[in-house]
C-alpha cells in the first residue's frame, strides 16, 4: 500500500470519530507512547537523579555524594536515596537530616540499613 493511500484511509476512518472520540484517541496512543518511557522511570534510577532528591531533601551536595556512592557499594541505590534515609531515621529514631548524616559516616548504619530490607521491608 502507498504511503498516499495510507493517509486517505487513516483519514476517513479519522473522520467518522465525534471531537470526543477523537480526544479520547488521542489520550489513547499518548499513553501508549508514553508508557515504556514510565515504566523505565519507574524501575530505574540513577545516582545523579537520587543525588538530586537528597538536595532536595536539604542535604549538602557533598553529603547527597557521600550517602549515594555508600547506597551504590551496598547495592541499596534501587531502593531510592532519600527512601534509604528515611528508613534509617525511622530504625535510629532519629530526624531525617541527622540519620542521613550519620550515613555519611558510618558503615554499621549501612549494615543495619541492609539487614532492614533483608529482613522482608521494601520499597
Known amino acids: 500500500m502507498h504511503r ?14 465525534s ?7 488521542f489520550w489513547q496512543l499518548a499513553e501508549e507512547i508514553v508508557r515504556p518511557l514510565y515504566d523505565l522511570a519507574y524501575t530505574h534510577t540513577s545516582p545523579s537523579i537520587e543525588r538530586s532528591v537528597l538536595l532536595r531533601m536539604g542535604f549538602s551536595s557533598l553529603e547527597a555524594k557521600a550517602i549515594v556512592s555508600q547506597a551504590e557499594k551496598t547495592g541499596l541505590l534501587g531502593k531510592g536515596a532519600g527512601h534509604l534515609v528515611l528508613k534509617h531515621a525511622e530504625i535510629s529514631g532519629k530526624h531525617y537530616l541527622d540519620a542521613g548524616r550519620e ?15 533483608e529482613g522482608g521491608a521494601s520499597r
Open 19 to 25: 471531537d470526543e472520540e477523537l480526544k479520547a484517541r
Open 103 to 117: 550515613l555519611c559516616d558510618s558503615p554499621a548504619a549501612w549494615d543495619e540499613l541492609k539487614a532492614a530490607f
Open 4 to 17: 498516499d493511500e495510507l493517509v486517505a484511509r487513516r483519514w476517513a476512518e479519522l473522520k467518522k470519530l
